[in-house]
């Protein structure tokens, strides 16, 4: 009954940016941690960044630190995160997530969306 749908996906060049949107709908409620995860083919799917409600809790993965950046509106019941100077090993498909905490591994995550493809060109 709680939908999160994914957008901003795309083809960008190496060190091009994207800002990814996710806007949850349906039964939403207050109090719940927001992150993005991504899954490369072939590879397991990791965490990418999380933020807590109120903003106070931000995780990013080492990889990605210094370069995304993982904001919410909760007005709007969404989270976004831009993507700047992206490099080839960032391409996979970036799903959004919702969970009682800031998680970061996927079995804390109790709701997903259905991924947006990010493909980085070289």
């Known amino acids: 009954q709680l939908q999160l749908v994914e957008s901003g996906g795309g083809l960008v060049q190496v060190g091009g940016s994207l800002r990814l949107s996710c806007a949850a709908s349906?039964?939403?409620?207050?109090?719940?941690?927001m992150a993005w995860f991504r899954q490369a083919p072939g590879k397991e799917r990791e965490v990418v960044a999380t933020?807590?409600?109120?903003?106070?809790?931000?995780y990013y993965s080492d990889s990605v630190k210094g370069r995304f950046a993982i904001s919410r509106d909760n007005a709007k019941n969404s989270v976004y995160l831009q993507m700047n100077s992206l490099k080839p090993e960032d391409t996979a498909v970036y799903y959004c997530?919702?969970?009682?905490?800031?998680?970061?591994?996927?079995?804390?995550?109790?709701?997903w969306g259905q991924g947006t493809q990010v493909t980085v060109s070289s």
């Open positions: 349906g039964r939403t409620f207050s109090n719940y941690a």
């Open positions: 933020i807590s409600w109120l903003g106070r809790t931000i």
């Open positions: 997530a919702i969970s009682p905490v800031v998680a970061t591994t996927t079995s804390r995550v109790n709701y």
